[in-house]
Protein backbone atom coordinates (compact mmCIF):
# COMPACT_ATOMS: atom_id res chain seq x y z
CA UNK A 1 0.00 0.00 0.00
CA UNK A 2 2.71 2.23 0.89
CA UNK A 3 3.71 2.21 -2.89
CA UNK A 4 0.51 3.05 -4.40
CA UNK A 5 0.39 6.58 -1.62
CA UNK A 6 4.09 7.13 -3.19
CA UNK A 7 3.10 7.00 -6.61
CA UNK A 8 -0.29 9.28 -5.88
CA UNK A 9 1.85 11.81 -4.54
CA UNK A 10 4.28 12.20 -6.85
CA UNK A 11 1.53 12.24 -9.37
CA UNK A 12 -0.12 15.16 -7.65
CA UNK A 13 3.13 16.72 -7.39
CA UNK A 14 3.67 16.59 -11.25
CA UNK A 15 0.41 17.83 -11.84
CA UNK A 16 0.77 20.64 -9.36
CA UNK A 17 4.16 21.81 -10.86
CA UNK A 18 2.30 21.50 -14.20
CA UNK A 19 -0.19 23.81 -13.44
CA UNK A 20 1.97 26.74 -11.47
CA UNK A 21 4.42 26.28 -14.81
CA UNK A 22 1.27 27.37 -16.94
CA UNK A 23 -0.13 29.95 -14.82
CA UNK A 24 3.45 31.57 -15.23
CA UNK A 25 3.92 31.27 -18.93
CA UNK A 26 0.39 32.81 -19.14
CA UNK A 27 1.33 35.61 -17.05
CA UNK A 28 5.21 35.51 -18.32
CA UNK A 29 3.77 35.76 -22.12
CA UNK A 30 0.96 38.16 -21.84
CA UNK A 31 -2.17 35.71 -22.68
CA UNK A 32 -4.12 37.51 -20.62
CA UNK A 33 -7.17 38.38 -22.89
CA UNK A 34 -8.65 41.52 -21.17
CA UNK A 35 -10.51 42.71 -24.30
CA UNK A 36 -9.18 46.15 -23.79
CA UNK A 37 -7.68 48.10 -26.82
CA UNK A 38 -9.48 48.74 -30.18
CA UNK A 39 -8.68 47.18 -33.62
CA UNK A 40 -7.14 47.91 -37.17
CA UNK A 41 -6.67 46.81 -40.30
CA UNK A 42 -3.56 46.31 -42.79
CA UNK A 43 -2.88 44.77 -45.97
CA UNK A 44 0.35 43.54 -46.95
CA UNK A 45 2.00 42.06 -49.96
CA UNK A 46 3.33 39.10 -48.09
CA UNK A 47 2.86 38.91 -44.43
CA UNK A 48 5.50 35.76 -44.47
CA UNK A 49 6.41 35.17 -40.53
CA UNK A 50 3.57 36.56 -38.73
CA UNK A 51 0.16 34.98 -37.34
CA UNK A 52 -2.36 35.42 -35.22
CA UNK A 53 -1.32 35.90 -31.90
CA UNK A 54 2.32 37.81 -33.12
CA UNK A 55 3.10 40.76 -30.89
CA UNK A 56 2.52 44.46 -32.55
CA UNK A 57 5.08 46.81 -31.11
CA UNK A 58 5.85 50.35 -31.13
CA UNK A 59 9.34 51.36 -30.32
CA UNK A 60 10.09 47.94 -29.35
CA UNK A 61 7.05 47.90 -26.89
CA UNK A 62 4.29 45.26 -27.16
CA UNK A 63 1.23 47.61 -27.55
CA UNK A 64 -1.17 44.81 -29.26
CA UNK A 65 -1.12 41.66 -30.81
CA UNK A 66 -2.48 39.97 -34.17
CA UNK A 67 -5.87 38.74 -34.13
CA UNK A 68 -6.90 37.33 -37.80
CA UNK A 69 -5.02 37.04 -41.38
CA UNK A 70 -6.97 36.67 -44.60
CA UNK A 71 -6.69 36.38 -47.82
CA UNK A 72 -8.33 39.15 -49.95
CA UNK A 73 -9.34 37.36 -53.31
CA UNK A 74 -10.13 40.70 -54.96
CA UNK A 75 -6.57 42.13 -54.51
CA UNK A 76 -4.42 38.61 -53.66
CA UNK A 77 -2.97 40.48 -50.76
CA UNK A 78 -2.85 39.49 -47.00
CA UNK A 79 -5.53 41.49 -44.55
CA UNK A 80 -4.28 41.67 -41.36
CA UNK A 81 -6.24 42.61 -38.10
CA UNK A 82 -4.72 43.44 -34.92
CA UNK A 83 -5.44 45.15 -31.57
CA UNK A 84 -3.76 48.09 -30.08
CA UNK A 85 -4.17 48.71 -26.40
CA UNK A 86 -5.94 51.06 -24.71
CA UNK A 87 -4.42 54.93 -24.76
CA UNK A 88 -1.87 54.23 -26.89
CA UNK A 89 -3.28 56.82 -29.86
CA UNK A 90 -1.85 56.25 -33.50
CA UNK A 91 -1.48 59.32 -35.70
CA UNK A 92 -3.44 58.72 -38.69
CA UNK A 93 -0.37 58.81 -40.91
CA UNK A 94 1.45 56.02 -39.33
CA UNK A 95 3.20 53.21 -41.30
CA UNK A 96 2.99 49.24 -40.07
CA UNK A 97 5.85 47.00 -41.32
CA UNK A 98 6.89 43.70 -40.71
CA UNK A 99 9.94 43.70 -38.90
CA UNK A 100 12.65 40.66 -37.62
CA UNK A 101 14.19 40.48 -34.18
CA UNK A 102 16.90 39.21 -36.17
CA UNK A 103 18.62 36.98 -38.38
CA UNK A 104 17.00 34.02 -37.27
CA UNK A 105 14.47 35.33 -35.21
CA UNK A 106 11.00 35.49 -35.72
CA UNK A 107 8.70 38.42 -37.14
CA UNK A 108 6.49 40.86 -35.45
CA UNK A 109 4.76 43.55 -36.37
CA UNK A 110 5.82 47.27 -36.10
CA UNK A 111 4.07 50.54 -36.07
CA UNK A 112 5.69 53.56 -37.31
CA UNK A 113 4.34 56.54 -35.76
CA UNK A 114 3.56 59.25 -38.36
CA UNK A 115 3.00 62.93 -37.40
CA UNK A 116 -0.67 63.89 -37.78
CA UNK A 117 -2.68 65.60 -35.56
CA UNK A 118 -5.64 63.23 -35.92
CA UNK A 119 -5.55 60.03 -35.00
CA UNK A 120 -6.90 56.28 -35.83
CA UNK A 121 -10.11 55.36 -34.91
CA UNK A 122 -11.45 52.07 -34.14
CA UNK A 123 -11.70 49.85 -37.30
CA UNK A 124 -9.63 51.98 -39.67
CA UNK A 125 -7.26 50.96 -41.93
CA UNK A 126 -3.29 51.56 -42.01
CA UNK A 127 -2.60 51.97 -45.88
CA UNK A 128 1.31 52.49 -45.63
CA UNK A 129 2.46 49.22 -44.89
CA UNK A 130 5.61 47.24 -45.83
CA UNK A 131 5.70 43.57 -46.48
CA UNK A 132 8.21 41.27 -44.71
CA UNK A 133 11.32 40.39 -46.47
CA UNK A 134 12.17 36.99 -47.22
CA UNK A 135 15.88 36.11 -46.59
CA UNK A 136 15.61 33.08 -49.12
CA UNK A 137 15.18 35.89 -51.63
CA UNK A 138 17.93 37.95 -50.33
CA UNK A 139 20.63 35.65 -50.05
CA UNK A 140 19.80 33.88 -53.65
CA UNK A 141 20.14 37.41 -54.93
CA UNK A 142 23.30 37.99 -53.54
CA UNK A 143 24.58 35.25 -54.34
CA UNK A 144 23.71 35.30 -58.29
CA UNK A 145 24.53 39.09 -58.67
CA UNK A 146 21.61 39.87 -58.55
CA UNK A 147 20.84 39.05 -62.34
CA UNK A 148 17.57 37.68 -62.99
CA UNK A 149 18.53 37.45 -66.77
CA UNK A 150 17.66 33.86 -68.27
Known amino acids: MSAVRTEAAVGAAVVAVAIGFLVYA ?15 TASFRSIEGVSVGTDVRL ?32 PDDSAVVISSEGLLGGNYVEILPGGSPFNFAEGDEIEDTQSSVSLVSLLLKFVTGGDEEG
Open 26 to 40: SQFTNLRSDGSGYAL
Open 59 to 90: AGVKIGTVTDITLNPATFRADAEFTVAEGVEL
